[in-house]
């Protein structure tokens, strides 16, 4: 069974920073585009961030460009997602998404339309 599965989120602070770890199992990350998506209340789901399988190379959204970073650590079987400098508009639901053919494009690598398999998604919440 193909399971991704999200976790690292919480609460913090205005400027604080969380990381968050996409495992999987079932199969090998190694070989799927990867990608981290947001989705706060009553919006749409937003792509942060992806990187491919071919050469890590990574692409951001700009909300998020020079604050949020991703990884991959294939020996382990994870995708990692440094948030820094979080601010209150970074509040959602962050979801981490397996891709079985790299878009055409990378830069439509952040449209949820693009992956196959999702994760169920950890909260971050960024409040004082």
């Known amino acids: 069974q193909l399971q991704l599965v999200e976790s690292g989120g919480g609460l913090v602070q205005p400027g604080g920073s969380l990381r968050l770890s996409c495992a999987a199992s079932?199969?090998?990350?190694?070989?799927?585009?990867i990608g981290w998506f947001r989705q706060a209340p009553g919006k749409e789901r937003e792509g942060v961030a992806c990187?491919?399988?071919?050469?890590?190379?990574?692409y951001y959204a700009d909300s998020v460009k020079g604050r949020f970073t991703i990884s991959r650590d294939n020996a382990k079987n994870t995708v990692y997602l440094q948030l820094n400098v979080l601010k209150p508009e970074d509040t959602g639901v962050y979801y981490c998404?397996?891709?079985?053919?790299?878009?055409?494009?990378?830069?439509?690598?952040?449209?949820?339309?693009?992956?196959?398999?999702w994760g169920q998604g950890t909260q971050v919440t960024v409040s004082s």
């Open positions: 998404a397996a891709a079985a053919r790299p878009p055409a494009v990378q830069a439509m690598c952040v449209m949820p339309s693009a992956y196959d398999y």
């Open positions: 079932g199969f090998f990350l190694r070989y799927y585009d």
């Open positions: 990187i491919s399988s071919s050469d890590r190379s990574t």
